[in-house]
Nanobody, 122 residues
Framework: QAQLVESGGGLVQAGGPLRLSCAAAGRTFSNYAMGWVRQAPGKERDFVAALRWGGGRTYYADSVKGRFTISRDNAKNTVYLQMNSLKPEDAAVYYC???????????????WGQGTQVTVSS
């Protein structure tokens, strides 16, 4: 059974950095998109960033372009989200996800992690 495990969430001051990690276990997502989707309280889930595991193409929401970077470590079967210059509006539960749908859409994923909370203080 496939499993995605997120880590790295926490409290950070506005303007600061935070790095999230997502470790995949149970299978190899060689032909999948790996992405990050977030959900703020009272809001719908929004796409944040994604990459093709076996390729080099990356995708970013307009709201995070230039601030967030998605990357992978093939040896560790892990995907990262480096978040810089965090804003209060970035506060949300961040979910790691894998799927074969549209990688830049929150609806394009089939496997989900449990989520990790990111809180940004002003």
């Amino acid at each position: 059974q496939a499993q995605l495990v997120e880590s790295g969430g926490g409290l950070v001051q506005a303007g600061g950095p935070l790095r999230l990690s997502c470790a995949a276990a149970g299978r190899t997502f060689s032909n999948y998109a790996m992405g990050w989707v977030r959900q703020a309280p009272g809001k719908e889930r929004d796409f944040v960033a994604a990459l093709r595991w076996g390729g080099g193409r990356t995708y970013y929401a307009d709201s995070v372009k230039g601030r967030f970077t998605i990357s992978r470590d093939n040896a560790k079967n892990t995907v990262y989200l480096q978040m810089n210059s965090l804003k209060p509006e970035d506060a949300a539960v961040y979910y790691c996800a894998a799927g074969q749908g549209w990688p830049d859409s929150a609806s394009g994923y089939d496997y989900w992690g449990q989520g990790t909370q990111v809180t940004v203080s002003s």
